[in-house]
């Protein structure tokens, strides 16, 4: 799975994190390689670093929001 250790650090590092809830980390592979306060910059960070290696950017939260997507389509009427 894409990003895989980058969600285990991300999880396994949560605790430390919540203290920065609402900015966001940068984590390339085990490493936490910064907190930011946006997204903006934590992407232009990470392609510095790392360029096209796989890196991950997410927001700090304490409690995840669950987010509901579905695939239902209405039939459409004839």
């Known amino acids: 799975m894409a990003l895989e250790k980058e969600l285990t650090t991300y999880?396994?590092?949560l605790p430390e994190l919540t203290a920065e809830e609402g900015k966001f980390v940068?984590?390339?592979?085990?490493?936490?390689a910064g907190?930011?306060?946006s997204y903006e910059d934590?992407?232009?960070?990470?392609?510095e670093k790392f360029g096209l290696e796989s890196f991950l950017?997410?927001?700090?939260?304490?409690?995840?929001?669950?987010q509901f997507v579905t695939r239902f389509i209405a039939p459409r009427c004839a």
């Open 26 to 32: 940068l984590i390339h592979g085990d490493d936490v």
């Open 57 to 66: 950017v997410k927001q700090i939260q304490a409690v995840e929001r669950v």
């Open 11 to 13: 999880h396994a590092k």
């Open 42 to 47: 934590a992407i232009k960070i990470g392609y």
């Open 35 to 37: 907190i930011f306060t």
